[in-house]
C-alpha cells in the first residue's frame, strides 16, 4: 500500500506570493486518481486562450493550478496518522491502468498428449492415488514401489489362445516394458525439441542444457543457438568422469584420454600408537599462535633484569668460594621479579 506526507501549504514558499485556499472552487469535472497522485482535466482546451505565448503560459498555469489544488484537496481529506516528517497517509489502490514494462510471458506450447486430449475432447480427471489390488485384495499405491496390479509380482500367468508354442509369457512382459519406456523417453525428447522451438534452451531442465545447443533452434537469441565448443565439450567430459562413486579411478579409459587429476588435498592423520609426533606436532601448532602475540606476554625489561641478577649471583658465588671478598650490592625490588 504506497503512503504520502503531507505538509502545511504555503511553507517555504518565497516572499510576497499567496497560496490558494484549499476551499477553491475548481472544475467538478476532473479525474483524480489518488493511488497515482495524479490527476487530469478531461475538458477541451479553448482555442482563443492559446492565441499568443503570453496567453498560453498564463492558461496552463491556471489549468495546472486546478489541478495540482484538486489532487491536493483529495490527499487532505483522506485520514492520517503523525510520522517523524509530517503526517502520513495511507494511499488506496490506483484507478488509473498502467502499460506493462516487460511483454507478456509466452505461454508454453502444448505437448503431443495436450493435443491429442484437446482433438478428443478429453478431460483430465484428478484420479486416487490408491487402487484396489485383485490379488491381495488390499488397496495400494497406483504407481511407483508396491504398486498394485504389478506384473512383477505375478508368478502365474494364465495362458491365452493367442500364445506361440514355446514363448514365455514373462519375457514378453520384459519385453513390453522395455518398449513402453523406450516411447515415453522419444516422447518426452519430442516435447523437449518443440519447446526448445518455440521459446529456446532457456526452458530446458539445467542437467541437459548442454545438448540444448545441438537441438534445431529457431526461437532465441543468437547466443543461445551458438555451437558447443571444445572448452565445453571437455568441461562436461571431466564432470562426467568424476560423477561415479570411485570418482573415476576404476572407470574404462578411451584411447587417448588423460589421467584425471585429483583436485582437493589428502589429509595426512597421525597413527594412534606413536604420541610423539602428535607432541610434536601440538606444540608446533601453539609456538606459531604464541609467535605471534609474543610481543603482548613477554616483559623484556624485567627479562633483562632477572638474567642480570642471576650473573651477578653466579659471579659473588664463584669468589665465595675462591676466598675472596664479594662487594655488597643493592638490588632493586623491580629486577629480582
Request: proline fraction near 7%; charged fraction near 35%.
Amino acid at each position: 500500500m504506497a503512503a504520502a506526507v503531507l505538509d502545511h501549504a504555503g511553507h517555504g514558499k518565497p516572499d510576497g506570493e499567496v497560496s490558494q485556499p484549499s476551499d477553491a472552487v475548481l472544475p467538478s469535472a476532473l479525474d483524480v486518481d489518488i493511488g497515482n497522485l495524479a490527476a487530469f482535466d478531461p475538458r477541451p482546451l479553448n482555442v482563443e486562450d492559446f492565441r499568443t505565448e503570453e496567453d498560453a503560459d498564463a492558461a496552463c498555469l491556471r489549468v495546472g493550478r486546478d489541478v495540482l489544488q484538486a489532487l491536493a484537496n483529495a490527499v487532505f481529506s483522506l485520514p492520517s496518522r503523525p510520522d517523524k516528517a509530517g503526517r502520513l497517509v495511507d494511499l488506496p489502490p490506483p484507478t488509473t491502468p498502467l502499460p506493462r514494462e516487460k511483454p507478456l510471458p509466452k505461454p508454453r506450447p502444448p505437448t503431443k498428449w495436450e493435443k491429442f486430449a484437446q482433438t478428443k475432447g478429453i478431460v483430465k480427471k484428478k484420479r486416487s492415488r490408491l487402487v484396489l489390488d485383485e490379488a491381495t485384495g488390499e488397496y495400494k499405491r497406483r504407481h511407483g514401489y508396491q504398486r498394485a496390479n504389478n506384473e512383477a509380482d505375478q508368478v502365474i500367468l494364465e495362458a491365452r489362445a493367442s500364445d506361440e508354442v514355446g514363448s514365455d509369457p514373462f519375457e514378453e512382459l520384459a519385453a513390453n516394458k522395455k518398449e513402453r519406456i523406450a516411447k515415453q523417453e522419444k516422447n518426452r525428447l519430442q516435447n523437449l525439441k518443440q519447446a526448445v522451438k518455440a521459446r529456446g534452451p532457456a526452458v530446458l531442465p539445467s542437467t541437459i542444457a548442454l545438448a540444448a545447443t545441438n537441438l534445431a533452434t529457431s526461437g532465441g537469441s543468437k547466443h543461445d543457438r551458438r555451437k558447443v565448443d571444445k572448452g565445453d565439450l571437455q568441461e562436461a567430459v571431466g564432470q562426467a568422469g568424476v560423477a561415479t562413486a570411485s570418482i573415476g579411478k576404476f572407470d574404462t579409459k578411451r584411447p587417448g584420454e588423460k589421467p584425471i587429476k585429483n583436485k582437493g588435498k589428502k589429509r595426512k592423520f597421525l597413527p594412534v600408537e606413536d604420541t610423539a609426533n602428535e607432541r610434536r606436532q601440538t606444540m608446533s601448532v601453539l609456538g606459531k599462535v604464541m609467535a605471534k602475540h609474543n610481543d603482548d606476554i613477554f616483559d623484556t625489561d624485567r627479562a633483562v633484569g632477572v638474567y642480570n641478577v642471576a650473573q651477578e649471583k653466579q659471579r659473588a658465588e664463584k669468589n665465595r668460594k675462591q676466598g675472596g671478598q664479594t662487594k655488597k650490592r643493592k638490588y632493586n625490588k623491580a629486577d629480582s621479579g
